[in-house]
């Protein structure tokens, strides 16, 4: 059973930046693809961006494309989402997802696909 675990979140005012970790209990090599979700209140959970083991990066959710940044240390068993320009739009609980499936790339952003999940981390963008 791989546990994940996210922290960086906070509060953070507009234009400001965070960056997201997601560490796993298991060797990064074990694990395919790595993901990470967002829920906002009253919302359903929306795909952000996942990340192949070997590096290879899904198109980002068009609504952080070019703010938002994923990268993964396999070494450390760890994901990251480094997060620039925040807007009070970007407020959500954001999960890291994971699967040691290999996943056709239209089934990447489906969250039934991903077999563990972490607690969540509350990033709070304030205007």
């Known amino acids: 059973q791989v546990q994940l675990v996210e922290s960086g979140g906070g509060l953070v005012q507009t234009g400001g930046s965070l960056r997201l970790s997601c560490a796993a209990s298991?060797?990064?090599?074990?694990?395919?693809?790595m993901a990470w979700f967002r829920q906002a209140p009253g919302k359903e959970r929306e795909f952000v961006v996942a990340?192949?083991?070997?590096?290879?990066?899904?198109p980002y959710v068009s609504s952080v494309r070019g703010r938002f940044t994923v990268s993964r240390d396999n070494a450390k068993n760890t994901m990251y989402l480094q997060m620039n320009s925040l807007k009070p739009e970007d407020t959500a609980a954001y999960y890291c997802?994971?699967?040691?499936?290999?996943?056709?790339?239209?089934?990447?952003?489906?969250?039934?696909?991903?077999?563990?999940w972490g607690q969540g981390t509350q990033v709070t963008v304030s205007s």
């Open positions: 990340i192949r083991r070997s590096g290879g990066i899904t």
């Open positions: 997802a994971a699967t040691k499936e290999t996943l056709w790339a239209g089934l990447l952003a489906k969250m039934s696909e991903y077999d563990y």
């Open positions: 298991e060797r990064a090599d074990s694990i395919y693809t």
